[in-house]
């Protein structure tokens, strides 16, 4: 469970924001997703061999 200590005299956006942000970066729902149905273990191979391709593409292609 996340937390957030609201500093003295700060706005509730402000620590609204920053729940959000600490929330997103968890990458809680992302998790939440994947334990939802089962994905065979040549499909997650597949998926990570496919975002190697394109991080390799996109660091090659500012060089």
Not at 30 to 48: A, N
């Amino acid at each position: 469970m996340l937390k957030i200590e609201i500093k003295e005299g700060e706005n509730i956006e402000r620590a609204l924001k920053r729940y959000k942000r600490k929330y997103r970066n968890v990458k809680l729902m992302r998790e939440i997703r994947d334990r939802k149905e089962y994905t065979k273990k040549s499909t997650k191979r597949r998926q990570m061999v496919k975002k190697a391709q394109y991080r390799e593409k996109y660091l090659n292609r500012e060089e």
